[in-house]
Nanobody, 124 residues
């Protein structure tokens, strides 16, 4: 089992920044690719960003490319999502997830463990 706990969400004005953190415990963190997803009210959960087990490869949704940066610190068992130039349409609950696979999965069904989510609200 891997336990994931997100933090760092909150209310921010459009154009502002937030950094989300996801702390992992349980099994060896570096054995898992990590991803961030988000879900707005009435919408399906959507992929935001993912990072490979070693951290050398990343992938982003087109909607956040150039604004968000995913990173990880395997020594601290933590993955981060730096979010800049936030827009009202970024408002959602953000979830981190762990996938015990090689590569950078982008679909929710490929992830094995999920955090409880953290709310991000961007005001216009």
């Amino acid at each position: 089992q891997v336990q994931l706990v997100e933090s760092g969400g909150g209310l921010v004005q459009a154009g502002g920044s937030l950094r989300l953190s996801c702390a992992a415990s349980g099994r060896t963190f570096s054995n898992y690719a990590m991803g961030w997803f988000r879900q707005a009210p009435g919408k399906e959960r959507e992929f935001v960003a993912a990072i490979s087990r070693g951290g050398s490869n990343t992938y982003y949704a087109d909607s956040v490319k150039g604004r968000f940066t995913i990173s990880r610190d395997n020594a601290k068992n933590t993955v981060y999502l730096q979010m800049n130039s936030l827009k009202p349409e970024d408002t959602a609950v953000y979830y981190c997830a762990a996938a015990g696979v090689v590569g950078i999965p982008t679909t929710p069904r490929r992830y094995d463990y999920w955090g409880q989510g953290t709310q991000v609200t961007v005001s216009s």
